[in-house]
T-cell receptor, first 115, second 110 residues
Framework: EAGVAQSPRYKIIEKRQSVAFWCNPI?????LYWYQQILGQGPKLLIQ????????DSQLPKDRFSAERLKGVDSTLKIQPAKLEDSAVYLC???FGGGATDTQYFGPGTRLTVL | DAKTTQPNSMESNEEEPVHLPCNHS???????IHWYRQLPSQGPEYVIH???SNVNNRMASLAIAEDRKSSTLILHRATLRDAAVYYC???????????FGTGTRLTIIP
């Protein structure tokens, strides 16, 4: 079974530039998550989709971050404009969407460096 | 979300059992206890979860205290490949959200 795919794996940009990350979840998974992981910390949920609707985006900095999941399958996360503090690993995860016992499967992440 | 407390780091010898503790004194009756781990340069991966009873799977065992205010993840025979950050997470019943803390960094000594 193919896992969660993410691209690119690494990205280096200058502050104030824009960047986009792509995620393809496991086939059949209704729920998709984007996390931000700053060095030395655990992942922090940015946004959760159920099919193509947003369930939770309470921690998404909406002035610069946006995400979409068209057709309820793959998803993109965009940062515009980037700040130095956005340097982090961006993780995508997916699950069937079955509640508190549901397993989340994570992709390898995209490491973003903002100079 | 109810909080968990874990040691920042632990060391263990290869091929010996490892007991990773987690305190969650404010756990509610519907909170599930989940463990994920994150190997270097990888995304987190699921290890095990439980509600009240002890649980076993091919990766590990989860021992839950009778009052549910603490739990212990047990790796029966650690290998170098088990070196990772281990996260203990409480997940509210009916809620899919995972809230990660800083976890325990486990070092395996050859």
């Amino acid at each position: 079974e193919a896992g969660v795919a993410q691209s690119p794996r690494y990205k280096i940009i200058e502050k104030r530039q824009s960047v986009a990350f792509w995620c393809n979840p496991i086939s059949g998974h209704a729920t998709l998550y984007w996390y931000q992981q700053i060095l030395g910390q655990g992942p922090k949920l940015l946004i959760q989709f159920q099919n193509n609707g947003v369930v939770d985006d309470s921690q998404l900095p909406k002035d610069r971050f946006s995400a979409e999941r068209l057709k309820g399958v793959d998803s993109t996360l965009k940062i515009q404009p980037a700040k130095l503090e956005d340097s982090a690993v961006y993780l995508c995860a997916s699950s069937f969407g079955g509640g508190a016992t549901d397993t989340q499967y994570f992709g390898p992440g995209t490491r973003l460096t903002v100079l | 979300d109810a909080k968990t407390t874990q040691p920042n780091s632990m060391e263990s010898n290869e091929e010996e059992p490892v007991h990773l503790p987690c305190n969650h004194s404010t756990i509610s009756g519907t909170d599930y206890i989940h463990w994920y781990r994150q190997l270097p340069s990888q995304g987190p991966e699921y290890v095990i979860h439980g509600l009240t009873s002890n649980v076993n799977n091919r990766m590990a065992s989860l021992a839950i205290a009778e009052d549910r205010k603490s739990s212990t993840l047990i790796l029966h025979r650690a290998t170098l490949r088990d070196a990772a950050v281990y996260y203990c997470i409480l997940r509210l019943g009916g809620n899919e959200k995972l809230t990660f803390g800083t976890g325990t960094r486990l070092t395996i000594i050859p």
